[in-house]
């Protein structure tokens, strides 16, 4: 009998945690194709819900951002940009609370993305779009914010 104490306390308290967490659609959400391209067209976000931002984007290079609790996942579905990661950034600044913005940054990774690229940022990651040779970048970003 203790055993099945055990159990069932530990389901529930999984339970408890799954509901409770942040970045974890509590729904089904729909998004209609039509939608989305209109969203993309101009960038803007296309689902938020607790903790969990997903965001159709079109850009051209751009700041250096840092993101205090923000995870990203980049989905890439047009142009081709070179994307950093890491590195130090360069006369840094604090635009919002948990947000840093840099003109540029030294060092890092470079990644060269194009259609069908897929890459994470985890939170306090520098990151940035430093040259889009195609003019604009498309991509949906997923964040999590726990």
């Known amino acids: 009998m203790k055993l099945a104490a055990v159990v069932a306390l530990a389901i529930a308290t999984c339970a408890v945690t799954l509901v409770a967490a942040k970045g974890v659609p509590s729904t089904v959400t729909y998004i209609p194709h039509d ?81 069908g690229d897929v890459i994470t940022i985890p939170a306090k990651t520098p990151h940035w779009f430093k040259e889009v040779p195609t003019q604009t970048i498309a991509y949906y970003a997923v964040n999590l914010e726990p």
């Open 35 to 115: 939608k989305v391209s209109t969203t993309m067209a101009k960038g803007g976000q296309i689902i938020g819900e607790n903790g969990l931002i997903v965001l159709a984007q079109r850009r051209g290079a751009g700041e250096v951002e840092v993101h205090e609790n923000t995870n990203h996942v980049f989905i890439i579905v047009e142009g081709e940009a070179t994307f950093i990661t890491g590195g130090t950034l360069v006369s840094p600044k604090n635009t919002a609370p948990g947000q840093i913005r840099a003109a540029s940054s030294q060092g890092g990774q470079t990644y060269h993305l194009t259609k």
